[in-house]
């Protein structure tokens, strides 16, 4: 994985994951858009159901939902969770307790008992395991993608998102997830707003297949855009379908791996 800041506008600069693949030129989307989109929300956030979910459901967009399995928002509002697979949402798996890395810089809130450095690979294939067999208890599905918490990999003795690859079509910012084109991966931070979101998009997608939008709280909860900014977005997406592909991730990787070389 190879970082790139990239300098977007005066205000704006964006930290891209960009992974180059192979065969990029002979890779085409559905109806010849020129790049596919895909909204992701993580962490199984109250403000996702509160705010995320009913402005797709507008906009008639789909997102994927990365969900974390120990948390109250996901036991006590579960209901709901389904109710969104079932509109066609995607519930992604982000492990059973979000384990990340603490010896990373700022990283002093990652609890010890939950430290990705001391967590062996086989401990954490065993908990992405048992994530999924909690997400087909809520939704029904068999086919899966994965966001590595923090976009760690490293676990005490190697590479757990490698370990795990074979239990997903898709695997967010992993080279052998989307072998086929390059891809662009942005974690969004606060307070950007509706432009900046669209800039990137727009700057990305002239230069990468996939653009992969990495939200977390909307209109509340931890790195919180505003739902305006979120909006914003939205429409823009929802009246450019002729440009861009804007589904679940799961949906995009089913299509990509469906694909064969020189098609």
Not at 114 to 143: C, H, P
Request: glycine fraction near 6%; include cysteine; charged fraction near 20%.
């Amino acid at each position: 994985m190879k970082a790139l800041v990239s300098s977007v506008s005066a205000s704006l600069t964006l930290s891209l994951l960009l992974v180059a693949g192979a065969n990029a030129s002979d890779f085409r989307w559905p109806n010849n858009v020129e790049a596919a989109v895909s909204l992701s929300y993580d962490d199984t956030l109250d403000s996702q159901l509160d705010n995320a979910i009913p402005a797709l459901d507008r906009y008639g967009l789909k997102g994927s939902f990365y969900l974390i399995m120990d948390t109250p928002v996901l036991t006590e509002r579960l209901d709901e969770w389904r109710a969104a697979a079932a509109n066609g949402h995607e519930l992604g798996n982000h492990t059973l307790f979000h384990p990340c890395s603490r010896s990373e810089p700022g990283r002093d809130w990652v609890d010890p008992d939950n430290d990705l450095d001391q967590r062996s690979v086989q401990q954490m294939r065993k908990e992405v395991e048992v994530a999924s067999a909690f997400l087909y208890a809520i939704d029904g599905e068999t086919e899966r993608t994965f966001t590595p918490p923090c976009t760690d990999q490293q676990a005490a003795d190697g590479n757990y998102v490698e370990a795990v690859q074979d239990l997903f079509i898709g695997i967010k910012s992993f080279p052998a997830s989307y072998p086929r084109a390059n891809f662009a991966t942005y974690l969004v931070p606060e307070n950007i707003t509706g432009e900046e979101l669209i800039t990137f998009v727009e700057r990305a997608a002239d230069e990468y297949a996939l653009v992969n939008i990495i939200f977390h709280g909307i209109g509340g909860d931890h790195l919180s855009v505003s739902t305006d900014a979120h909006d914003q977005l939205l429409q823009y997406l929802s009246v450019t379908d002729d440009i861009y592909w804007t589904d679940t991730y799961r949906n995009i990787m089913r299509y990509v791996n469906e694909q064969q070389p020189g098609d």
